[in-house]
């Protein structure tokens, strides 16, 4: 299986601060890579595809990156609603595995 | 757009079969990929399978010989059987769509399954 760590496992910042996530895979997944926005008590939305593509409706604020093993999540200008917990997924073998994600508060 | 459910019963004691549906509303189930996949209390998540609408199974390795996924296409519901659980099957549980062997998009609301006698 591959794994998917993340770093770090929480994040405070203040808002308008500009915020990064790092996802690294146990060996190379090209650009299969996701992102996913979690809040509390609810399902995973995702955000980023294919390492870079931003979903349908989700800020221009949020932006990805990477390919290979190391890849990064960064949210521009930290905004209260981005309060959540972030997590990555590889999709270029199965299992399917995600990162341990990454838990955003505001400091 | 296309929105998923899950129901089945929040409590299953030790040993037995866990069992819940997904429905599949305001679309069809009779393409794409259909999963199901599970996050303990403060823990990640973890892909338990897919059932695609042709009706071919993918599991994950780890939980391969308890797990049986199916669909019924009359009801547009997919459904997940978990046998002889233990209390580390204790998780929310979530189906979720794949329209290709990708992300997974959109995800149902998920509901949170016990594990205990």
């Known amino acids: 299986d591959i794994q998917m760590t993340q770093s770090p496992s929480t994040l405070s910042a203040s808002i308008g601060d500009r915020v990064t996530i790092t996802c690294r895979a146990s060996q190379s997944i090209s650009s299969w890579l996701a992102w996913y926005q979690q809040k509390p008590g609810k399902a995973p939305n995702l955000l980023i595809y294919k390492a870079s593509s931003l979903d349908s409706g989700v800020p221009s604020r949020f932006s990805g990156s990477g390919s290979g093993t190391e890849f990064t999540l960064t949210i521009s200008s930290l905004q209260p609603d981005d309060v959540a917990t972030y997590c990555c997924q590889q999709y270029n073998s199965y299992p399917m595995t995600f990162g341990q994600g990454t838990k955003v508060e505001i400091k | 757009q296309v929105h998923l459910q899950e129901s089945g019963p929040g409590l299953v004691k030790p040993s037995e079969t866990l069992s819940l549906s997904c429905t599949v509303s305001?679309?069809?189930?009779?393409?794409?990929?259909w999963n199901w996949l599970r996050q303990p209390p403060g823990k990640g998540l973890e892909w338990i399978g897919y059932i695609y609408y042709s009706g071919i199974t993918n599991y994950n390795p780890s939980l391969k010989s308890r797990v049986t996924m199916s669909l019924d296409t009359s009801k547009n519901q997919f459904s997940l059987k978990l046998s002889s659980v233990t209390a580390a099957d204790t998780a929310v549980y979530y189906c979720?769509?794949?329209?290709?062997?990708?992300?997974?998009?959109?995800w149902g609301q998920g509901t949170l399954v016990t594990v205990s006698s």
């Open positions: 305001d679309g069809s189930i009779r393409s794409d990929y």
């Open positions: 979720a769509r794949q329209k290709g062997q990708n992300w997974f998009d959109p």
